[in-house]
């Protein structure tokens, strides 16, 4: 079974930045879609960004502008880079994977996905 394993999670302060990445155990990131979702204590989980596997990129509109997803295939590792961080972005961020694509939203959908990390997590201070 391959595994999803993310790093990167911490403590900034508002408009700081952090980078998550999330490698897998197999030859994955190259050819599944791929997607981070993030949950915060009391809420559900919710999509954050997306990288199809034709190419096909979007991020919610919540953190569009400030947030960007990317792919290293040769290292099995998939990014979120996190910039302008607010209070709001806190919680706990996971990395999913599915064997098929999607178009639109549909690829920040919770149940289009099948693999999951165990999620790192993020906190940000005013």
């Known amino acids: 079974q391959v595994q999803l394993a993310e790093t990167g999670g911490g403590s900034v302060q508002a408009g700081g930045s952090l980078r998550l990445s999330c490698e897998a155990s197999?030859?994955?990131?190259?050819?599944?879609?791929m997607a981070w979702f993030r949950q915060a204590p009391g809420k559900d989980r919710e999509g954050v960004a997306t990288?199809?596997?034709?190419?096909?990129?979007l991020v919610a509109t919540s953190v569009e502008g400030r947030f960007s997803i990317s792919k290293d295939a040769a290292k099995n590792t998939l990014y979120l880079q996190m910039d302008s961080l607010k209070p709001e972005d806190a919680g706990t961020y996971y990395c999913?994977?599915?064997?098929?694509?999607?178009?639109?939203?549909?690829?920040?959908?919770?149940?289009?996905?099948?693999?999951w990390g165990q999620g790192t997590q993020v906190t940000v201070s005013s």
């Open positions: 999913a994977a599915s064997h098929h694509s999607y178009g639109g939203y549909a690829g920040l959908r919770r149940d289009n996905y099948n693999l």
């Open positions: 990288i199809q596997n034709y190419g096909y990129t």
């Open positions: 197999a030859a994955v990131i190259g050819t599944y879609s």
